[in-house]
């Protein structure tokens, strides 16, 4: 972190460099007061070896002045660069509450009634809130580990619905490739909140994700109640690009479209 200058460093710095600008000034109208010529040359009538000693001097504070600057950068760099990720991990931290308390609630009501699929339900949100958690704090996962906690969020919600659900979800990745983590949840999240959540049938939800050389693309879309609206600037997305412009900036692009009663979502990472 950039530390702050005390008033008394402030002083000194300032008196260095008034000094240093006044030097030259000093001996110049010396040598003015002292001559009868009208102009004179600095350091004219002094000994070579104190010309030496000036220009010493000066490259020494320039050297100074260079290694204070490149001191001073490095540590904005730092401080802005601990910044990002302190956000970041806030960012992160945010991800999935809304889902976890429904779950919890869920569970609360099938203690007694199906305490077998209450203990399902308690196995699969503790691996989800295990990754959240531990996976959540890494800089990048495999593409592998995301896609599996994407389908284990899929197989929990159709564990607590009692209708059916058409969830499709087609993989063609490089699993060995690197992503961000938490990252594509938000809007596999945003489908089932405001589409599923609120169609007593024919609900679905189908997602795509396809990797290539140089990117990954991920498409989602769902059909919602088009007599509700639809959510398209909640916490959630706010959260999902302020991240992108974070750890993608300018290597992303996230779009969205309504046609009817289907909402689509795209997100490509370069």
């Not at 970041?88 to 308390?101: A, D, I, R, T, Y």
């Not at 996976?135 to 899929?154: D, M």
């Not at 938000?186 to 290539?212: D, P, Q, S, Y």
């Amino acid at each position: 972190m950039i530390l702050k200058i005390s008033k008394r460093k402030r002083a000194l710095i300032i008196g260095i460099a008034t000094v240093t600008a006044l030097i030259p000034i000093v001996i110049t109208a010396f040598e003015l007061i002292t001559t009868d010529k009208e102009s004179v040359v600095f350091l004219e009538n002094f000994p070579a070896s104190i010309g030496l000693l000036f220009i010493l001097y000066y490259v020494i504070l320039i050297i100074l002045g260079l290694f204070w600057f490149t001191n001073q950068v490095v540590s904005f760099l730092k401080l802005k660069s601990e910044t990002s990720k302190a956000e970041l991990q806030h960012l992160k931290s945010q991800v999935n509450p809304h889902f976890f308390f429904n779950m919890l609630n869920n569970l609360y009501g099938l203690v007694e009634s199906d305490s077998k699929k209450a203990q399902e339900l308690i196995l699969k949100l503790s691996d989800l809130m295990r990754y959240s958690i531990y996976e959540g704090e890494k800089e990048t996962v495999t593409l592998k580990e995301e896609v599996e906690y994407l389908k284990n969020y899929i197989e929990l919600h159709k564990m607590r619905y009692h209708k059916e659900v058409d969830v499709v979800f087609n993989c063609e990745i490089d699993e060995n490739k690197e992503v961000m983590p938490l990252l594509f949840i938000i809007l596999l999240e945003n489908a089932f909140k405001h589409g599923v959540e609120n169609l007593r049938e024919n609900a679905f939800v189908h997602l795509n994700m396809t990797t290539f050389e140089d990117m990954i693309q991920f498409d989602i879309e769902n059909n919602f109640d088009n007599s509700d609206g639809v959510e398209g600037s909640g916490i959630g997305l706010k959260n999902l690009k302020r991240r992108l412009e974070l750890v993608y900036p300018k290597k992303h692009h996230l779009s969205f479209s309504i046609s009817e009663d289907v909402y689509k979502a795209k997100l490509i990472l370069n």
